[in-house]
């Protein structure tokens, strides 16, 4: 299981501060979303990668639109030299296809992953849009981005085994919503533990405010990959 760290600070100043901090573990993936995206873009993904090349970059800007638009934003990112990024899996298995049919001709293509449903959803406010309950449509999402070729899904850690078993356990799954030792949720409706993501087989964990809110964020990122590296004990 990886690490990945949402970028999601106020300023570029304090997200690269973070990193700064942080910086001497190898490998680890960020999470460059809407707000840190919209305000600092490219120049802060070759930022990123100045302070630690190993570090990975995960592009949160979950494409919603037409294929062929979808599929142009694809190569855009691409080319921005990101390792991952994401797409909805409401936008319709068409438009998945025509991304992954856009991207197939590149020699290191980032990964794609579909969200299924937000993990700020409750079941309510999930029926109220998609008049299906929660499990049966981020299944039923999980196995259309599967059906079109995409690498993984974004999806609720409780979400992981299960969408792991209709698709294959090589389907790559990241889940938000994670609160490593049980810190406090947010705005998160259904979080997880390392525990939890641990037994649902996750591939990679999305961590925010327990680290950038954490008082000591340095020692945070030791201590969870500490925890991911040690088998579950039950
Ligand atoms: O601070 P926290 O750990 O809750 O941050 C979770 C991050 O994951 C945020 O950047 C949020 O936008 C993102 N995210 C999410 N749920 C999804 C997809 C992305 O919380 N389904």
Redesign the pocket.
Do not use: E
């Given at each position: 299981m990886k690490l990945c760290i949402?970028l999601?600070l106020p300023t570029k100043k304090q997200n690269l501060a973070l990193l700064e901090q942080i910086k001497e573990h190898n490998n680890l993936w960020i999470?460059v979303?809407?707000r840190s995206y919209i305000r600092d873009g490219k120049e802060l993904i070759e930022q990123i990668k100045s302070i630690n090349p190993s570090f990975k970059i995960f592009l949160?800007l979950?494409l919603y639109d037409i294929p062929n638009t979808m599929a142009d934003a694809s190569e855009e990112i691409a080319t921005l030299g990101v390792d991952m990024f994401n797409v909805h899996a409401s936008s319709g298995k068409r438009a998945m296809q025509s991304v992954m049919e856009r991207l197939k001709s590149l020699k290191n293509r980032p990964l794609v992953l579909a969200?299924t449903?937000?993990?700020?959803f409750n079941n309510e406010e999930f029926q109220e849009v998609y008049s299906t309950p929660i499990e049966t449509k981020a299944t039923q999402f999980a196995k259309d981005a599967y059906e079109s070729g995409l690498d993984g899904v974004?999806?609720?850690a409780f979400e992981s085994l299960g969408i792991k078993n209709s698709t294959s356990k090589n389907f790559v799954t990241l889940t938000?919503?994670?609160?490593p030792f049980g810190e406090d949720a947010?705005?998160?409706q259904r979080v997880a533990t390392i525990d939890v993501a641990k037994q649902e087989l996750v591939d990679f964990i999305?961590?925010?405010?327990?680290i950038?809110k954490s008082s000591e964020p340095a020692k945070k990122v030791a201590t969870i990959l500490e925890e991911l590296s040690t088998r579950i004990m039950h």
């Open positions: 949402a999601d999470k979303g809407f949160d979950k969200v449903a937000l993990t700020s974004v999806c609720s938000p919503g994670i609160r947010g705005d998160q999305v961590v925010g405010r327990p950038y």
